[in-house]
């Protein structure tokens, strides 16, 4: 028998949610189960079901625009300034002395201006490696978000096995989404339907007088198929699924003998 302890694994591992080790000892643990193993293909079809609820998360906005502001408000490079040499009749000694003078403030002027270009680039420095460490915060943040979204989601998703009336090898398992109205059926083993047939899902609603159709649909040449489908009228909630042989195109009501029902 499978406990609850099993059941949250199974779901972990259909997310692919479990570590490296976890996940090897549990899939070993569903070759020596087959009940798990088929809990395991159920919830693996209600994450196909998941897969396009989650939203697209947009990367926060502002730190770019920030950080490409800092770059442009760099100091413009200062040209090294060129000194004439003043040539006078009666100064040369205080003429160079003058120049040297000059030179020396324009050095100083220069390397002032480094020593703040410098520290501007470190802080810049710094912001780049505090944007990365939020970057990386930020998508870790993301990833636990949609990772407890698809458990969330997956703990309300209906989930529901189809057995055969014929044949017990024939097996199916549907993922229902009923406020999505829609659900996944996967169906193993199947044999094709004769000619001028076609198997059709139906969904068993109380509240309505007649099961309702799912739509009609065919299986592959292993006899596996795995199908989207949508009821034909909205179902207040479905106690149960079937699927019947009927003629080529769906009928208006189940006809046919029952292939599969919960």
């Known amino acids: 028998m499978i406990d609850d302890s099993l059941r949250e694994q199974a779901a972990l591992y259909a997310l692919d949610a479990l570590p490296a080790d976890e996940a090897a000892k549990f899939r070993a643990l569903t070759r020596e189960i087959p009940e798990l193993a088929e809990l395991v293909a159920e919830y693996e079809a209600a994450g196909l079901l998941l897969a396009e609820a989650v939203p697209p ?7 770019r625009s920030r950080i490409l502001a800092a770059v442009a408000a760099k100091p413009a490079p200062v040209e090294s300034p060129r000194t004439a040499a003043i040539w006078v009749p009666w100064g040369i000694a205080a003429a160079l002395a ?23 680039s470190a802080e810049l420095d710094q912001l780049r490696v505090a944007s990365a460490s939020k970057d990386r915060v930020a998508a870790d943040l993301r990833n636990r978000i949609a990772e407890l979204e698809k ?4 703990a309300q ?48 609603d109380p509240n309505s007088a007649a099961p309702v159709s799912a739509g009609v649909f065919t299986v592959q040449a292993d006899g596996s198929a795995t199908i989207r489908f949508a009821p034909a009228q909205k179902v207040s909630a479905a106690t149960a699924f079937a699927v019947s042989l009927e003629k080529s195109g769906g009928a208006a009501s189940p006809a046919g003998p029952i292939v599969l029902s919960n």
């Open 157 to 204: 998703t209906q989930v529901a096995t189809l057995t055969s009336k014929l044949d017990a090898s024939y097996l199916a398992s549907i993922a229902w989404d009923n406020s999505a109205q829609e659900g996944i059926l996967k169906v193993r083993r199947l044999p094709a339907a004769e000619r001028g047939k076609d198997y059709q899902l139906w969904v068993i």
């Open 151 to 154: 458990r969330n989601a997956l």
């Open 98 to 120: 003058l120049a040297a003078g000059a030179l020396w403030y324009q050095n100083q002027r220069l390397e002032n201006e480094r020593t703040a270009l410098a520290g501007a």
């Open 57 to 63: 998360v947009a990367p926060p906005p502002g730190l």
